[in-house]
């Protein structure tokens, strides 16, 4: 008996590392060599390919597809229908399986519903990417991007919340962090957990 859960709709394949207390629910495919945390929770239609690498508590929303050269890092939220990318300039008569970028998703990020990622960029610790947005460069840590292209429209708490900063320093209104701000670079004052 597996310490996981998977739909019997879905398909695991041989070689993928599944976590402890990590659901799998209809119609997903797992590809070999993927790694998966524990406690994760995968929606229905997702597709994990070779080679991806998912840290622990990651949701992963409905219709969500992770390619080849996608490391996501604890604590992240992937929103429905989210798209990531793997390769920059794709044409069906031109095989560009050795062209594969990667792309980084870090500790604690949230990725609104039908945002698009272009490969290659670095999603920041605890950064919130506004539904729809379209990412075509790396995100800061804390930062909330939205648009098309994506860029900064402020700052958010750990717990997800707005910062106002005044100056260099911002507290949370929801849970009393404090954070500061030089440039564009928002780091907690107590330093991260």
Request: aromatic content about 8%; hydrophobic content about 35%; glycine content about 10%.
């Amino acid at each position: 008996m597996s310490d996981y859960f998977v739909h019997e709709s879905s398909y695991v394949d041989e070689g993928a590392e599944i976590g402890a207390g990590t659901k799998i629910w209809h119609f997903c495919h797992v590809m070999p060599r993927t790694k998966i945390g524990e406690r994760c929770n995968i929606g229905q239609n997702v597709l994990v390919s070779p080679d991806v690498t998912i840290g622990n508590n990651v949701k992963i929303q409905n219709n969500v597809s992770l390619y080849t050269g996608v490391i996501v890092e604890d604590d992240v939220f992937l929103g429905p229908s989210m798209v990531f990318t793997n390769v920059i300039n794709p044409r069906s008569h031109v095989s560009r399986k050795d062209e594969y970028k990667t792309t980084l998703v870090r500790k604690g990020a949230s990725i609104g519903a039908n945002a698009t990622i272009v490969c290659g960029t670095t999603l920041g610790r605890y950064c919130f990417v506004g539904a729809g947005a379209v990412v075509t460069k790396d995100v800061p840590d804390y930062a909330l991007v939205y648009g098309m292209p994506a860029s900064i429209r402020g700052w958010v708490c750990q717990c997800g919340e707005q910062l106002v900063f005044e100056g260099e320093r911002a507290v949370c209104p929801e849970c009393g962090d404090a954070y500061r701000k030089q440039d564009q670079i928002v780091s907690p004052e107590r330093g991260e957990e």
